[in-house]
């Protein structure tokens, strides 16, 4: 995990973009979500990675939903039932 | 249609009408699941009739501590990924080059630029849901698993942690990571267009 103490130039854009997850789930301790937020203030580059990424989240999860399922093609229904029955 | 302990009962009892309403009521939505991770018609298929085949073997066991579906869902995708691990031949490619850079400083280069419009407008367009699968299909499969059992099939890290045998944080890591590839193979398509061509 990360450790501030250890960051000589502070919170930029390599460790921001490394740990958005854990900081968009609320996983990250107060002093450095207080630290991320400082940066992403006056980052425009990371401001607009943040709006990519979970735009990506969302595009992944609708894109895929839309081929979601029709319907058992029937002859695939009767061959798994008659593999049931043996 | 009957309801979970209804159902339950009847497949437990070897009725035939039962087993019929599991297959017609669950099997498409679960044949999409094998498609999307198996990405080939024949092993999606196969798939899932062994999965079937496990259920009615198995529905004996099933405690009835998760919902039905729930246990099918986890049966289909336990199928899907032993058949890749068997389909796996060669070394996985990185992903490292779909990555983020930095400079030495810690800034991003290039730079990111906020994309131009919104998920549903892009989606409106037939090409850009083609393209999002292409690029999820890009990913190195190690990620993209975990991106589709995470994201896609709503599994919690603990599931996925369960499933693939690694731990809760290595599934953490490859989804964050499987997430910034992706973005990284869609950022060309949906920056403003005076700026592609320049990432």
């Known amino acids: 995990m990360i450790d501030l ?4 130039r502070g919170v930029m854009c390599r460790e921001v973009l490394t740990f958005l997850s854990a900081y968009l789930d609320g996983e990250l301790p107060p002093d450095v979500v207080a630290a991320f937020d400082e940066h992403i203030a006056h980052c425009e580059s990371c401001v607009a990675y943040i709006q990519s990424y979970k735009q990506t989240v969302e595009l992944g999860k609708r894109a895929l939903a839309e081929e979601e399922e029709a319907a058992l093609p029937e002859d695939l229904l009767r061959a798994v039932l008659a593999a049931r029955r043996g | 249609m009957r309801g979970d302990d209804q159902l339950l009962a009847g497949l437990r009892a070897g009725d035939d009408t ?5 297959v017609r009521s669950h099997g498409g939505r679960m044949l999409a699941v094998a498609r999307r991770l198996l990405r080939h018609e024949e092993d999606a298929r196969d798939a899932l009739q062994e999965a079937f085949a496990s259920v009615f073997r198995s529905v004996g066991d099933f405690e009835g501590s998760s919902q039905l579906s729930t246990w099918l869902h986890r049966i ?3 199928g899907c990924l032993m058949r890749l691990r068997r389909r796996k031949v060669r070394e996985e490619e990185s992903i490292e080059d779909l990555l983020p850079r930095f400079r030495e400083d810690g800034h991003q280069v290039p730079a990111s630029i ?3 419009g919104s998920p549903t407008e892009w989606l409106e367009r037939e090409e850009i849901c083609g393209l999002v699968r ?3 299909d890009q990913l190195p499969e190690g990620y993209r698993n975990v991106l589709l059992l995470r994201d896609i099939e709503e599994m919690d890290t603990r599931a996925v942690s369960d499933l693939l045998g690694i731990s809760e944080n290595a599934v953490k890591v490859r989804l964050h990571r499987a997430r910034q590839a992706l973005r990284t193979l869609l950022d060309p398509h949906l920056r403003p267009q005076a700026h592609r061509g320049a990432a």
């Open chain 1, 5 to 8: 103490s250890k960051l000589d």
């Open chain 2, 18 to 22: 039962a087993f019929e309403e599991l």
């Open chain 2, 76 to 78: 289909v995708v336990n």
């Open chain 2, 114 to 116: 906020v994309w131009d």
């Open chain 2, 134 to 136: 292409q690029c999820i």
